[in-house]
């Protein structure tokens, strides 16, 4: 188990370290920030300048080592729109969208497994018709256009809901929706397939057989089974509700890393860019190796499987 | 896997032809959109803006109403199915092929290349899609064939994942072996016996993918960074009526409809196919 681990573990800094080398390359490609920067009356000597003293001037490599140690460090530079070291934006940032993504994927779970427990359960009645239009919808239409369709309904018309910012709870209402909506789909098909395939199955007919009273069959034994593909698409939910968040936060105004990290290449703000997109990258390694870990937890047949 | 009697597919008992004749429909108006369209797509007309749809002026009936320059959206979403469907053909195809020949390739030779090949699965799944688009998107400067590169660049890797793990599966049957011993050459092996074997779940993929790469084209094109005007893209409409919302709701509305419907169909589509090709890939 502890070399399964790490083996992971190292598979996972392996990609980090690529995904660093395609971030750092992409971020030059968008075009030249020395350039952005100057004003066009600048002469080819200020021009000179200023590439020293951000450190372009030196050949590639250099710049990617210099990039490298001092990101290992938690030092991702100073953001160019913004003359601040990154990490203080994103550490400023963060907690908005966290919270966000956060409170979208709880209420996503507490709606999904329910649903699709009565889902499965009433196969083919009118209640599973129902969720199971309601979760082709979702994973059927746009994030964004979700967001400007709420923001019409809600805040325009209706006047109920605010539609930017965030400064209270009623705030959290919409954005958090339309987040949410397209994984709620997705989490209610999977508890949905998940519980019909073990409601079925020939360990749920044992316990039934052994005496168990139904509602504690369902429950406690289909569920627990049930749960472990589920875990698995909820760590990718959490992940993707981060990256989600690009979208709906540049709609709805919140000051999230989404926004900033939309903003960021629209103004070719390397640093950032880069910084950006490494933490999101670093986030979904960990992520996927905490689910490595549950699987082996939930599933004990997974620790005599290897590759 | 227990009992395949279940049928559990998510498909719903409507049966698959409302999904079939959007789709048809889809394409037919991509393709004959010079035909179909009432008017130009492009052609500004300030004295008719804003007009509701159904609304009559001059005896043409504006079907969808037109957003703030005057151009009627139903001739607009006509001629966006046809940006929606290039992208949406061109990408998957691309993407599906350059990866599943990748991802066999790995599954079956093993070795360096398959580590080579897996890392940068996992590198190009790990990174955030919208970010990583808009990245690319601006590299090659807005435009058609930057988001069908775009497209390519981001969607491979789900192929290739695909591929390489039904290959796995399958390299260790006896038909392989066998073919092996006789001599056959690796490139025979994997185009006359891995890849018949893995195309069926490579396929339901692409019908789903087809959903995702039009919402993946249209969100770009909504955040700016996508197709540029005045060529009309649904997600470049959607953004454009996003300031009249109040006046003129169905600017931004039709599109976006538009969009659900077609990527409902395409995943509908890709129930019933997965249903017709292997109900035991019911994971996907």
């Given amino acids: ?307 | 896997m227990q009992n395949g009697k279940n049928g559990q597919g998510m498909r719903l008992n409507l049966g698959i032809l409302p999904a079939f004749f959007i789709l048809a429909l889809f394409i037919f108006a991509a393709v004959f959109a010079n035909y179909l369209a009432p008017f130009s797509p492009t052609e500004i007309n300030l004295s008719n803006a804003r007009l509701t749809p159904l609304s009559v002026v001059g005896g043409v009936t504006y079907w969808l109403g037109t957003d703030q320059l005057g151009r009627d959206i139903l001739s607009r979403i006509i001629y966006g199915a046809r940006v929606s469907l290039i992208v949406a053909t061109i990408g998957v195809f691309a993407a599906g092929s350059i990866g599943s020949i990748l991802g066999i390739i790995a599954g079956y030779r093993g070795g360096a290349i398959d580590s080579i090949i897996s890392r940068s699965v996992d590198v190009m799944l790990g990174f955030p899609t919208i970010l990583l688009a808009l990245v690319l998107a601006i590299v090659f400067r807005p435009s058609l064939f930057g988001v069908a590169l775009v497209v390519i660049l981001i969607y491979w890797a789900r192929y290739a994942r695909q591929a390489r793990g039904e290959t796995l599966k399958i390299r260790t049957m006896d038909y392989v072996t066998l073919a092996r011993t006789a001599g056959c050459s690796d490139l025979t092996i994997m185009m006359r016996h891995i890849f018949p074997n893995v195309v069926n779940s490579l396929l339901v993929l692409a019908t789903f993918n087809v959903g995702t790469v039009i919402t993946l084209e249209a969100t770009l094109s909504f955040l700016g960074a996508g197709i540029p005007p005045p060529t009309p893209s649904w997600g470049t409409m959607c953004a454009d009526g996003r300031g009249i919302l109040v006046s003129a709701w169905w600017v931004s509305f039709m599109p976006g409809i538009a969009i659900t419907l077609v990527v409902l169909s395409s995943n509908l589509f890709g129930d019933w196919l997965r249903d017709k090709l292997d109900p035991q890939l019911r994971d996907l």
């Fill in chain 1, 1 to 307: 188990m502890a070399r399964y681990l790490t083996i992971r573990l190292l598979e996972g800094i392996v990609a980090l370290v690529i995904a660093s080398i395609v971030v750092f390359g992409l971020a030059r490609m968008t075009g030249d920030p020395v350039q952005l920067m100057l004003p066009d009356t600048a002469s080819p000597a200020d021009y000179e300048v200023m590439s020293r003293q951000l450190g372009f001037d030196k050949p590639l490599p250099v710049q990617y080592w210099v990039f490298i140690s001092k990101a290992v460090r938690g030092d991702f530079g100073r953001s160019i729109r913004y003359r601040r070291p990154v990490i203080d934006f994103i550490l400023e940032r963060a907690p908005a969208t966290i919270k966000l993504a956060l409170a979208a994927a709880v209420a996503s779970f507490l709606i999904s497994v329910p649903l699709g427990v009565i889902a499965a359960t009433k196969r083919g009645k009118w209640q599973d018709l129902l969720v199971k239009s309601f979760a082709i919808l979702g994973q059927s239409m746009p994030t964004f256009w979700l967001g400007i369709m709420l923001i019409q309904v809600f805040a325009v018309l209706l006047g109920w809901l605010p539609a930017a910012g965030n400064m209270g709870f009623r705030y959290w209402i919409l954005p958090a929706i339309t987040i949410g909506y397209h994984s709620t789909a997705g989490l209610l098909r999977l508890t949905r397939s998940a519980m019909l395939d073990v409601l079925h199955s020939d360990y749920e007919r044992l316990a039934r057989i052994k005496g168990i009273p139904d509602r504690l069959v369902i429950w406690k034994h289909a569920l627990r089974n049930a749960l472990i593909p589920v875990v698995t698409f909820s760590g990718l939910i959490y992940v993707h509700l981060l990256m989600g968040s690009v979208v709906t936060e540049t709609i709805f105004a919140w000051p999230g890393i989404g926004r900033l990290a939309y903003e960021a290449v629209i103004y070719r703000d390397f640093p950032m860019i880069q910084g950006l997109i490494l933490l999101f990258v670093g986030l979904y390694i960990i992520f996927n190796l905490i689910i490595d870990l549950s699987y082996v937890y939930l599933d004990p047949r997974v620790k005599y499987v290897k590759e």
